[in-house]
Nanobody
Framework: QVQLVESGGGLVQTGGSLRLSCAAS????????MGWFRQAPGKEREFVAC????????YYADSVKGRFTISRDNAKNTVYLQMNSLEPEDTAVYFC????????????????????WGQGTQVTVSS
C-alpha cells in the first residue's frame, strides 16, 4: 500500500518562502508521475503542479507559474514543492498525490488521474 506524507507547511509572511516535501513509501515511486494540489477554505481542490516519473517534464497552474518549483528525488522517494514569493491567496492545505499509471508524462491536472493522496499540510500566508 502506498503512503504519502507531506511536511514543511507553516505560517509565513507575504513574500516569504516555504519548501514542502512529500515522502512516499510502498509502491513504485520512481515510475510514477507526482502532483501537488491545494484546497483553500470553502473552495474546491485545485491543481498546483505535477512532475513526470523521471523529472523530465513539469506543469504548473497559471497562478503559481514563476513562483513555485516542483522537483523530485527518486533515490529518496520524495517530491518537493519550493514556494517563493508567497501571497495570502496561496493559503491552503497542500496535498501531494501519485498518478495511477506508470511512466506518465504530460499535464495531470485533475484529481481522478491520481490514485493515492497524502493527508495534507497547512500553508498560511499572512498579509
Amino acid at each position: 500500500q502506498v503512503q504519502l506524507v507531506e511536511s514543511g507547511g507553516g505560517l509565513v509572511q507575504t513574500g516569504g518562502s516555504l519548501r514542502l516535501s512529500c515522502a512516499a513509501s510502498g509502491g513504485t515511486f520512481s515510475r510514477k508521475l507526482m502532483g501537488w494540489f491545494r484546497q483553500a477554505p470553502g473552495k474546491e481542490r485545485e491543481f498546483v503542479a505535477c512532475i513526470s516519473w523521471d523529472g523530465g517534464s513539469t506543469y504548473y497552474a497559471d497562478s503559481v507559474k514563476g513562483r513555485f518549483t516542483i522537483s523530485r528525488d527518486n533515490a529518496k522517494n520524495t517530491v518537493y514543492l519550493q514556494m517563493n514569493s508567497l501571497e495570502p491567496e496561496d493559503t491552503a492545505v497542500y496535498f501531494c498525490a501519485q498518478a495511477r499509471i506508470n511512466y506518465a508524462r504530460g499535464y495531470y491536472g485533475t484529481s481522478f488521474q491520481y490514485a493515492y493522496w497524502g493527508q495534507g499540510t497547512q500553508v498560511t500566508v499572512s498579509s
